[in-house]
């Protein structure tokens, strides 16, 4: 998608502190962050958003969490706790239309927020 910022990103015509790459999955450091660790995880290969999943397609979801679980052990957050949140349209809180999961922790979460 030509207008897409995490497109963009993945290939390298935005800069970004990216912390993970694989062959699938890219993670960064999300510019406006909500916790101490907040990362984005986004799939190499665009999807708007997490309803676009489908049976060919269904694979990445669980790719993005196996990173998001990997790099919480990595950042010495996986034993105080982390959370891994997906947002889905504008309702559900997301801005940017290309599929990404959030790895927020370092502090702890409380729900509701506040």
Known sequence: MPDCIFCKIIAGQIPAKIVYED????????????APVHLLIVPKQHLDRVSDLDETTALLAGQLVATGNRLARELGIAQSGYRLVINCNSDGGQSVYHLHLHLLGGRPMHWPPG
């Open 23 to 34: 062959p699938v999955v890219l993670a960064f450091h999300d510019l406006q962050p909500q």
